[in-house]
T-cell receptor
C-alpha cells in the first residue's frame, strides 16, 4: 500500500499570503489528522477529519482551517500567514478511531 | 494533542549496544501508546504500539514496556545501528468526550556512535 502523501513538500510564502496544503491518506483510511511541528513547540494537533466531518480541533486560531473530501483526501488552509506559521505541517491517517496514525513526510512551510 | 516542547534530551549509544528511551506520560486514562521514529527531514514513522492491558510488547529489535503504576513507557532497541539515529517520541491516546485525544512526548534524540 502506498503511504500518506503530502504536497507540496516545500513552500515559501510571505506574510499576509494564504496557503493550501494537501494530504492523501493511505488507501482505505478514513481519518486524517493535521499537526504542526516546530523546534520550540514540538508536535501540536491542529484538527482531525473523519468521513468529511471535523471531529476534533486543537488550539489554533481560525486562520487555520481544513476540509476532507469524499475520497478521504484532505486539505488544510492557512490564511493571513504570519512568520510564526513557519513549520513542518504533518498529516497522519488512520483506518478509524483509536487506530494507529501513519504520518506523511510533511510540508515544510517557510514564511518570510 | 499537545506536546511540551523544548530542548530535546539526547542519548548517545555505541553501535551494537542496546538503547533504552524513556517517556513519562501524563494521563492515567490513556489506553493506547505508540512509539514513533523521526529522521531528519522526514515525517514520524510508526515503530511499535502497546495497549494499556499489556505491559510488554516485542517487535523486530524493539521492545516496549509499559508501567501504568508510574505512568512510564520505555522503548528498548537491541543492537543499535547507525540507521537508528533519529528522534524518538511517544504518543499517548485516550478517549476525551467521544474524541480521540493524542498527546506527544517531547522526543529523545538518539545518536549512534559508529
Amino acid at each position: 500500500k502506498a503511504g500518506v502523501t503530502q504536497t507540496p513538500r516545500y513552500l515559501i510564502k510571505t506574510r499576509g499570503q494564504q496557503v493550501t496544503l494537501s494530504c492523501s491518506p493511505i488507501s482505505g483510511h478514513r481519518s486524517v489528522s493535521w499537526y504542526q511541528q516546530t523546534p520550540g513547540q514540538g508536535l501540536q494537533f491542529l484538527f482531525e477529519y473523519f468521513s468529511e466531518t471535523q471531529r476534533n480541533k486543537g488550539n489554533f486560531p481560525g486562520r487555520f482551517s481544513g476540509r476532507q473530501f469524499s475520497n478521504s483526501r484532505s486539505e488544510m488552509n492557512v490564511s493571513t500567514l504570519e512568520l510564526g506559521d513557519s513549520a513542518l505541517y504533518l498529516c497522519a491517517s488512520s483506518a478509524s478511531y483509536q487506530e494507529t496514525q501513519y504520518f506523511g513526510p510533511g510540508t515544510r512551510l517557510l514564511v518570510l | 494533542g499537545e506536546s511540551v516542547g523544548l530542548h530535546l534530551p539526547t542519548l548517545s549509544v555505541q553501535e551494537g549496544d542496546n538503547s533504552i528511551i524513556n517517556c513519562a506520560y501524563s494521563n492515567s486514562a490513556s489506553d493506547y501508546f505508540i512509539w514513533y521514529k523521526q529522521e531528519s527531514g522526514k515525517g514520524p514513522q510508526f515503530i511499535i504500539d502497546i495497549r494499556s492491558n499489556m505491559d510488554k510488547r516485542q517487535g523486530q529489535r524493539v521492545t516496549v514496556l509499559l508501567n501504568k503504576t508510574v505512568k512510564h513507557l520505555s522503548l528498548q532497541i537491541a543492537a543499535t545501528q547507525p540507521g537508528d539515529s533519529a528522534v524518538y517520541f511517544c504518543a499517548e491516546l485516550r478517549d476525551s468526550g467521544g474524541y480521540q485525544k493524542v498527546t506527544f512526548g517531547i522526543g529523545t534524540k538518539l545518536q549512534v556512535i559508529p
